[in-house]
């Protein structure tokens, strides 16, 4: 059964962190390229992070660049996604995607005070 679980969402300040995962189960995880996506209300998904399979190679938008940092644990299936610095702009619904077929349920990130 494939599963992709995300966690770590949830209400931070502005200038504050956050780091989500993405547990995966049921596929070939160290196979895959993974990405994170993101959309906020009215907008449409934009992505945020890229990942190469053994993870040595990175992908950013200028928007993400220096501030966030993907990474993965392919002996655990689980990606992840370091935020530092938020802002208000980030708040969206982040979502996991692995392989370009496999979503996950998405997990919901708001940055205000």
């Known amino acids: 059964q494939v599963q992709l679980v995300e966690s770590g969402g949830g209400l931070v300040q502005p200038g504050g962190s956050l780091q989500l995962a993405c547990e995966t189960s049921?596929?070939?995880?160290?196979?895959?390229?993974m990405r994170w996506y993101r959309q906020a209300p009215g907008k449409e998904r934009e992505l945020v992070a890229h990942?190469?399979?053994?993870?040595?190679?990175?992908i950013y938008p200028d928007s993400i660049k220096d501030r966030f940092t993907v990474s993965r644990d392919n002996a655990k299936g689980t990606a992840y996604l370091r935020m530092n610095s938020l802002r208000s702009d980030d708040t969206a619904v982040y979502y996991c995607?692995?392989?370009?077929?496999?979503w996950g349920q998405g997990t919901q990130v708001t940055v205000s005070s």
């Open positions: 049921g596929i070939p995880f160290s196979r895959l390229a």
């Open positions: 990942i190469s399979t053994a993870g040595a190679y990175t």
């Open positions: 995607n692995v392989g370009t077929i496999y």
